[in-house]
């Protein structure tokens, strides 16, 4: 059985960092593309980052890259992402997600596992 966890969210003042962690289990881990999705209450789910199979390179978000950081530990099954100078409109639920291709895609709907997200809050 596939599980996900995500975790590392909570509250943070404008231009502080954070760094979110999704365990998993039940998945061949380093080969499996990871990915970072966020989402705000009546918005599309965004993607945020991935981290491609057999550590082949890493996507992020035009907006995103110069702030946000995605690493994996695949000893530990686990996937990272490192926010820093976080600002208001990174408000929002963090989600990792998992899927068997090489070379991940941006559409959420492309992804087949996924965590039950974790809330990030930036104060203004």
């Known amino acids: 059985q596939v599980q996900m966890a995500e975790s590392g969210g909570g509250m943070v003042q404008a231009g502080g960092s954070l760094k979110l962690s999704c365990v998993t289990s039940?998945?061949?881990?380093?080969?499996?593309?990871m990915a970072w999705f966020r989402q705000v209450p009546g918005q599309d789910r965004e993607f945020v980052a991935a981290?491609?199979?057999?550590?082949?390179?890493?996507i992020y978000a035009g907006s995103l890259r110069d702030r946000f950081t995605i690493s994996r530990d695949n000893a530990k099954n686990t996937l990272y992402l490192q926010m820093n100078v976080l600002k208001p409109e990174d408000t929002a639920v963090y989600y990792c997600?998992?899927?068997?291709?090489?070379?991940?895609?941006?559409?959420?709907?492309?992804?087949?596992?996924w965590g039950q997200g974790t809330q990030v809050t930036v104060s203004s």
């Open positions: 981290s491609k199979g057999r550590d082949a390179g890493t």
């Open positions: 039940g998945l061949p881990f380093s080969t499996y593309s």
């Open positions: 997600a998992a899927d068997s291709t090489m070379w991940p895609s941006r559409r959420m709907s492309n992804w087949s596992y």
